[in-house]
């Protein structure tokens, strides 16, 4: 084991088996499945002073340290299979478990990848499963394939037990039994319902398939024709597409032949123009960005993705039961990608590795699972002097950490972007192959949308909980909510009635706000303490909330009460050690949230000039379009985040305005070969040669 | 003169030099002063039957078509300066004019960059600035600089006359005599007014630079001081920057080896993936995309930006005045730039020159007023088989067409970009120096914030109208309003209460209608005629307003009254041929909107299922932060137009997915030289090889 890993570096191999092997000492006589083994990161206020410390430049070997812990989720397996669920932490230094939690039976741990496996095994081995199919009179070439899914709540009537949906679909093999062949476009209207612990099929739900007009329940099936006949193949590899992949899309690459403008040192340390933070990558969140500083300036403490709701709103039972929480149920980091070079990345890429646990202990290394890169987003700033022609323009660099989920059906890429104006935007693409069951041929419905032949895409809803924990210019923080309110025409403040008002109301006691676009509505995180010497303002960085649409559901369904974070945009809470999730810790099987944003709001804390942690919701109503099938193009929505008089200046004012020597111009629809240097005059275009000149029309 | 230009072709110089020369034998006895010659479009009942034969792939060249004309602007120049304005139309194949307006009194002309020469003499020279200016007494190294600004109104008082403010500032000689010196940050508080029209000096406004709680007029000043003691060099030039410019930011190209993948032909005509339009670019609108089709499919007709406003929210007189219309009054295509070669834009570039005639009628090419290139934007789609790992990934390519204005302190950068997925956006990035004034030294003001000592940027709001003329697969279109909407839980039609409705509104007659995004409203501009044969939903395009704030300006003021069309988001009206300015043709001194879009939509047109257009509102209420200073960076905003319906899949389904070999693994800190053909196994990186694999966890 490394001597001095730092506080915040994710576990290593090593680390994480010692770790295991005392969790296994711990409970000699019994069966483990472990679900996962992290980094407990230090309290706050053990590690705020370390960092303190690491910052003012002392080689932080030397300093007193946090504990070095690690946090271990597991399963304790009874004979009968009943199980009990652990969190412990494990004192890596002491060698020992510190602390032995079982959660209580009433609180569901997420579903592990591993359990999906034995999901669909129990499906098919089931008679009664067997036997469902058969009667459905399917053709040879149709092979089901099942498609475990969080089974929603429990309701009146369910047994105890760990409940999982199964969507089925059929494969059909006639292309080539081509293993990625898209069996989405071919949905069979079953859902059985199987429970975990037992091992077992409970029973199969029989699927409505109507239109409008038609009853909410499932309807006697027509015995003639099988409930696929009418759907057609919807293919997305290239092998399999209809006409092949086009043929006239030209190479564009990203060359970097200096190399990346980012350093990487001590495992997680990343630095790149004047910003300095930390990455790490948990079982549930994915990556989490760490300590951020422009320019030695605290401006974030943690920001990380916390949870995400998907509701559907089919009403037809038991369609109520598609909502999942997929960082919470399924765990972001668990179904992370391996992202591998040049296909999800262009230029010069840095990858991070993770380590997890199999539910037998194996410990291993994730390869792949974060990208670090650079790219170019256009200008940055450009200002043209008309008197004299003079242009300075600059180009917007930005650095992106990445990473991309893959949950069943659905894909979400994440990215961590922080650009040389000292912004910090996060920025989610919502992709891969919408949800979607069976309807009757020639029908249309109010719940969705045909996609493709006997295909319903049912409408939902996305809402993501972006956790952020600031830190601007140190820990006592400041949200004030800020308006531009219109004034009325008046002659003492207002008399050509030109005049509007900025608004600012700053937020004293843990609450919640929603997005008030046409109000200009934005948070300020400041720091009151200290004053920008320009403005003589509190320092601060901005959010601008995205007014995207809330929860839709009824306020007394289940889907509402387990997802209270998602009624609304902004939540302000006090900063809690380990409160870190929007939703609560087990969204699995819940009837309610439990321990997220709402409680946290309600213990009434003071919040002004304190500790303070933001939420920000967002999301989207998805009503799929045609153009959203089979996969569909990304739907792009981000945060951003903005210093507000945190600087004394453009903190991008000094990028150089260089000229890119490798760009070319297009001549006769080819690249001419010419670039910048033997432009003078050539061919009727006319641009000034020396580098710090640029025409300008007037 | 080439013998068939397309009828969207921009006139050549030997047309545009025709047409003045039409112009001139016209008035032969007077003095003449250009101020635009552009082609005029042919009229859309003309247009649509060329278009549709030259999309059947019938040699344009061998169908009648409509006739060539100019649209020709000018002043005839009476011996006491007294001003005619002229609009009229010239046939460019009979060799006359067949039409001839002289405008009316009541209605201003716009601004030309000629006349910002003439404001600027007649102020230095004029002996009352003068002796203000020595009065200052400003060190000798404070050199006035003049900066012309359109007057808003004509207020109460004033003479008949064509009025211009000019804002006055200082530029420090002291580095070098370097004339890109930064001046703004040296504002001197007063206001010359100028009348053009009579080449003289009307009076000196004095400005208030108080702060809170001081009167809104400007008091008497302390003449031991001059007002600009306080102010501090705020440089942007690399070579005037302390410290100089950044160094460690390493080189990132766009390379394009085989040359860029669209095709531009017949002067005007880009096809690039399935798309096709032609391109134009007019002295008010800068660039115009014109009969925009996808896989010979219409979707519109024409796309611009009609105007935009800029309202100050200062309410000290006569910072009132301050409201520019920077369409209407200033001219895009006018103050556009020269984009010269990989400063404005990376990779493979295409420009387009513009043809522009002088005041004095001298025509001549303006070079690279637009650029064309393609440039990566992330993933497009991605779906991963969690069952066989098999990963499928392609990029989100766009074609950009790009052009950027400069209107005196302040820079927009328009891009119409279009995608593999079939979708437009329209995105401004503002950018450039915002518009200050001088504030005394120590104080705060609710006007605006304090950017560098002495300096107050003041508080605005920038409003944009986009002109969209549809052809979802024809002429005829409805515009429908979309909202999701809860649905309270009922045992009839919600018994669970996750369902929710999509209501649909057809909009009939003329109208306007406002963005509210928790309502998820969007527009949907369809073809009611056309259904897709998937969903059976007619074919559209969706237009999601940005729901950003509107006008906040009093309805009694003059700014509310000269811009009706920003206090709404979307306008829907009914197509005809010339209207295309949101606030109406003459803004310059305007005292209200005439031939708005409030007037159009006042005429209570039919607009379902007939030729509309569709106007979209947005903008920013921008309230400068001290990180704006002394050039802000890019505040993107945009509008997105996708497909809803349109197509019967993803229309970047086919796009490959291919590898890009040109991307390099970083290691140590540097590009390792690795890419993928070698990356097997290499220092604990695994990944796939196989260029249809990639790993997922699970």
Known sequence: MSPTPHPLQMLSVEET??????VLAR?????????????????????????????????????????RMAECHYDIIAADRAIQYHESLVD??????????VVGKEFCPSLTLGEFDTLIEVCEASAVFKSAIKELNLPS?????????????????DEPGRYFQDLVYVRDTRNGNNPDSNFY?????????????????????????GGKGDPLTASARDS??????????????????????????KELSVVQPDGPSFKVSDGSLVEWQKWRFRVSFTAREGVVIHDVQYDNWDVFYRLSISEMTVPYADPRAPFHRKQAFDFGEGGAGMCANNLSLGCDCLGAIKYFDAVTVGKDGAVKVQPNVICLHEQDNGIGWKHTNWRTGRAVVT????????FILTLANYEYIFAYKLNLSGELDIEVRATGIVSCVNIDAGKASEYGNVVNPGVLAQNHQHIFAVRIDPAIDGHANTVIQEESVAEPMNSKTNPMGNFYRVVQTPITRSQWADAAPLRNRIFKIVNPSKLNPISMKPVGYKLVPPPTQLLLADQRSLQAKRALYAQHHVWVTKYKDGELWAAGAYPFQSQGEVGGVQDMVDRGDDVENEDVVVWSVFGLTHNPRVEDWPVMPVEIHQIQLKPTDFFVTNPSIDVPSNKNFASQLVENGKCSGKDLT????SNGVITAINGSTNGVVH
């Open 395 to 402: 180009r917007n660099r930005e650095l992106v950490v990445q």
């Open 27 to 67: 409970h000699p006589d019994h069966v483990i499945e472990f679900r996962q083994v992290d980094l407990k990161e230090p309290c706050k206020k053990d590690l705020v002073p370390f960092l303190q410390i690491e910052h003012d430049g002392q080689l932080y070997q030397m300093t007193s340290r946090p504990p």
């Open 17 to 22: 088996e010692k770790a295991r092997d005392i």
């Open 224 to 249: 003639m024709n099988h409930p696929l006949a009418h759907c057609t193949t919807a293919e997305y590899v290239p092998e399999l597409i209809e006409g092949g992949v086009r043929k006239d899309l």
């Open 92 to 101: 890596l230094e002491q060698g020992k478990m510190v602390e032995n939690i």
């Open 185 to 209: 476009s071919f949905p069979i209207p079953m859902i059985p319902v199987v429970d975990y612990y037992k091992r077992e099929l409970v029973r199969i739900e029989k699927l409505a398939t």
């Open 141 to 157: 070439h149709m092979e089901a394939i099942i498609e475990p899914w969080p089974y929603g709540s429990l309701e009146v009537g």
């Open 678 to 681: 033997n432009l003078n005059g």
